[in-house]
Structure formats: C-alpha cells, structure tokens
C-alpha cells in the first residue's frame, strides 16, 4: 500500500504551525458528525490532534471521513488552522489548532473494539488482558510503558558513568532450587536431562567477581514458578548489581546514587540522603513489618511493663506466657462509636487475634469498658507511653510477641488509609539492616537462610554460629520505598570455611553442595574477591513511579493471577511430535 507518510506526529503541532501544509498518521479516536462538519480526533503515542473535514473545502475527503469508525487508521493530509476563539482545548497540547482536511486515505478498518480505548475504564483486568494490544493503546498504559523505558535508560547511563559493565548472564542454567520452583527446559540433545531458567542471576554475577568484573550490573528477566499476587510474575525483570571490595556502605552509597537520579529525572524530586537505617528488629517492634510504610507516624507501643502486676486475666497470662502487649495510639478516634470499635476488633480478629482492649481519652481521663481491672495509676502510664490526647483511642493486643507484632503492622495500615494519614504524593524510602541469618523451620526441623546460603554473617556475631544460630545477624539489607521492598542484597561469604560452615548449620551436605552449587564452590578454590551486591525488582520500581496499583500495569504482556497469558493461550498442549523429540510422556 502506498500512503502519505507523516510530517508530523498528532501531539506535535502547535499555533505555531498555522499555515503549514501536514500530513498527520493515527488511529480514529472520536468521530464527530454535526452535520455540515465532521471532527476526527486523531490519536498515535504522542498524542490527539483534531482534524476538520468540510463539504465545502473537499468534497471527497468529507465523503471518506463519513466512512470512518472508532480505531480506523488512517493518514490524513490538510492545512494547520487555528480554532475559533472560545473553541481551543486547554486539556490538550494541541488544543489551540485543528487540520483542515485536503487528503483522507483508510490505511485499515477495524471492528468496533470491546472496550474504549480510554483511561477510565470499568471493565475487568481478564478482557484488558485478552485484548492487551487494545489496552496498550490507551493513554495511561501508554505513559507507563514509556517511563519504564526511561528509567531503564537512566539506569544504564548511571551504572555505565559509574564505572560498572553490562554483562548478559545465560538463559537456560543448571537447576538449583532454593526457595521458589524452577522452571525447566528439557535437552533435546541430552535426553532426561533438564536446564533451568534463572530465577536469579546470584550465582553467575558472584563467578563475575571472581572473573575480576568488579563492577557489574545487569536488567535482566528473571524466572520462578510461585503463586502469584499484585506485585508478583512468573517472569520479572530485575537491575543486578554486584561489587568486589565492597563493604555495605559502598553498595549503599552506589544505590542511593541511583535513586537520587530517577527520582531527579523521572519525577522531577530531590530527596534527602543518605536514606535513614532501621535495624530489623526495631522495625518490626515500630511497624509490625520489615517493609515498614514510613510516610506516617502510628508507631506500635509496647506497653507490657506497665501491666506486668495487673490483675486483668488476659493480659496477665499473655505475659506469664512469654507474650507481650502492644498497641497503637488513634489519632482523635475517641469518638469512634461502638460499631466501628467492633470492625475494628473483627479485622484484627480476622488476622489472628483473640480480641481488641481499647481505652478512650478525654478530659486528662482514660476510660475503657474493662477500666475496672487497671488502676488509675496503671491507665496513667498508659496515656504517657502512648503518647495520647484527648480525643485519641488506644487499641492494644496481647499475644506472642511475632503474632502481635504482625497484627498491628496490619492494623497501622489499614488505619493509615482510614484515617487519611498517608501522603500518596511522597516518597519514603529506607534501609532494613541487621536481619537475622538463619531461622529455624519446624517443619523440617532444620535451620534456614532468610535470604540465601551465601549470605555473610556480621563478623562480629561469627562466634554464635557455634552456640547460637538464631542470633546471627547478616550482612543483608532490604531498601523499601512506601511499603514496599524494592531492593535487597547481602554481602556474600566468600571464604571456603566459613560456606562450608553454614552449609552444615543448614543440613547441606558436602554431596549437595557439591551438585547444587559446584561450580560456584569451584571457582572459589582460585581467588574469590570479598563481594557482595544487591538486586532491584524493576516491575515494582517502575509501578511505583507511576503510582499504578499492579505491576502488570507496567509490563507489557504480562500474566494472570493463575500465570495465564489470556492473548495468545499461553500455556498450551504442543505438538506430540516435539514431546517425542524431547523423550517426554505427559501424565493424565
């Protein structure tokens, strides 16, 4: 087909341009027939352009343009005018022209979509998906695309100025399952035997460092076969980095040199560095999480020693229990009535508690229906730990220490939104330092990493691994942003010993070492650098920036909650031949 190809892109043309001769290439976004005129909004990528046709001006073009639906193609050629005096469109950059139409050509129809391509769309996330070349035509999926491109090349160019080299690491690796499942690749060249795809590079980039690449990173696809959520795919895409000669302030300053440049470049914001460090523990005991949203206050409070004479019953067996009793302090919720101290019981009873205590302040007093078991002293104290002032509610929880902890982290949020306490303009990002290294499995009865075997103990917690594993802290840290985990990495073991040692603390014996991670193991025997590094999930980054609540939003032909891709069936059945080829008998 011969066509007009454009001089002009449909976001491009301004009052500037009144005069000029154009020839403009889009999709039909709105057609307009007001009977002596018809308007044409014409939409590509950049933007909307409105063009006029008139019986009057061309005859033929406006005989064409009755011909026109919602996601023709089209490539219209006319004359840049500006628009009458009260009839400019402030909501669109080109909003104070329109193209009077010489040319029309349809370069392909297209049947009546089943959605709208517009932003604001009320139909369900499975027809988006199955339709995603429809989607990914709309404005805000466009925009998100877009500034994920961006950041992708704010990425390289920081990494490239900062003296680090991108490295490919291979697609198809030798499964070594450690968390998630791997996804395998059947050989057809090596009947019965299987590569994986990487879930991460971790292994590949540490044979870096030992290769002399001191300085590497990578924005790679990454692989795990694990139920998924929101903010989880099959296939993610991570920005790996790793670093020889590294101690955990140089990986913190080279990722705080980073996020100082997107947030610069991509929202337009100057932070403030260095970003506050939260031991884990604090974090946990502050915000009921290690992924703490600190764009408001609403710290937890343990109130234990206050109550550790009272005669109140549940309170009194939590503590003689080993447990602890916690709670927040709401802000000018004393007036809340007795139904919405009832959801709020309920909610925390749907997380696993056995009951909300609440206690309202006012006139310098703190009243609760239970008030009878404390004394006047005791519900004092209470008021000062607390920090309260009339008009607040204090709720507590008593339990296990983990139980409660992880009860009112949820309660902090959930309240944070009902309370309107979050900024969804901010962005607050911290580090998590000091996690533990190990945690002890009761299922297995065995010992585990909390992030994986290659994590470094903190040298001066070396002489616990003999006497007391769970009090070993790592030299892991986690960057989140808004309550979210962003970022996490560790500096790596890279002394053979030592491995060998925490392989044996985790049940690995030198057998499952050896055909886990040989080749890593091997490599160490010729001059390992001390290392260590981090990695970013790119998806959540950029879903982030965008303020979007998915990160399929950000991926252009991502998967279902059931890892579906309902475009184009995948998965499905293949040919029995290709199953032949690969000596592979499906099971029914």
Known sequence: ???????????????????????????????????????????????????????????????????????FVISVTGRVERRPKGAENPSLPTGEIDIL?????????????????????????????????????????????????????????????????????????????????????????????????????????????????????????CFRDEDLRADRQPEFTQIDVEMSFVTEEDVFNIVEGLIFRLMKEIKGIEIQLPFPRIPYVEAIEKYGTDKPDLRFDLEIVNATDIFKTTEFKIFREAIENGGVICGLNLPGCANFSRKQIDELTNFAKDLGASGLVHFKVGNGEVESPVAKYFTKISLQ?????????????????????????????????????????????????????????????????????????????????????????????????????????????????????????????????EDEARKKFGFLLEAFKYGAPPHGGIAFGFDRLVMLFTGMKSIRDVIAFPKTSSALSLMDEAPSEVDPKQLDELHIQVKR
């Open 1 to 71: 087909m011969i066509f007009k190809k454009r001089t002009h892109t449909c976001g491009e043309l301004r009052a500037s341009d009144v005069g000029k001769v154009v020839t403009l290439n889009g999709w039909v976004d709105r057609r307009r027939d007001l009977g002596g005129l018809i308007f044409i909004d014409l939409r590509d990528r950049y933007g909307k352009t409105q063009v006029v046709f008139s019986p009057q001006h061309n005859s033929q073009a406006y005989q064409v343009a009755k011909e026109l639906k919602s996601e």
């Open 101 to 221: 139409a010489d040319e029309v050509q349809i370069l392909s129809k297209s049947e009546t979509p089943p959605f709208l391509i517009e932003d604001d769309l009320n139909v369900s996330e499975e027809l988006r998906l199955k339709y995603r070349y429809l989607d990914l035509r709309r404005p805000v999926m466009q925009s998100n695309l877009i500034t994920r491109h961006r950041m992708a090349q704010v990425v390289r160019r920081y990494f490239d100025e900062n003296g680090f080299i991108e490295i490919e690491t291979s697609f198809l690796v030798k499964s070594t399952p450690e968390g998630a499942r791997d996804f395998l690749v059947p050989s057809r060249l090596h009947p019965g035997k299987f590569y994986a795809l990487p879930q991460s590079p971790q292994l590949y980039k540490q044979i870096l460092m030992v290769a002399g690449f001191d300085k590497y990173f990578q924005i790679v696809r």
């Open 381 to 509: 104290k209470l008021k000062e730990k607390m920090n309260s002032k009339d008009g607040d509610l204090i709720v507590l929880i008593s339990d296990q220490p983990q139980k409660v902890y992880s009860i009112l982290g949820n309660l902090r949020l959930e309240m944070g939104r009902r309370l309107n306490l979050i900024d969804e303009e901010q962005f607050k990002f911290a580090w998590i330092v000091d996690f533990p290294l190990l945690e002890w499995d009761e299922e297995e009865k065995r010992w585990v990493s909390v992030h994986h075997p290659f994590t470094s103990p903190k040298l001066e917690d070396l002489h616990l691994l003999d006497t007391d594993p769970g009090k070993v802290r790592a030299r892991a840290y986690d960057l989140v942003l808004n309550g979210n985990e962003i970022a996490g990495g560790s500096i790596r073991i890279h002394d053979a010993e030592l491995q060998q040692k925490i392989f044996k603390l985790l049940g690995i014996s």
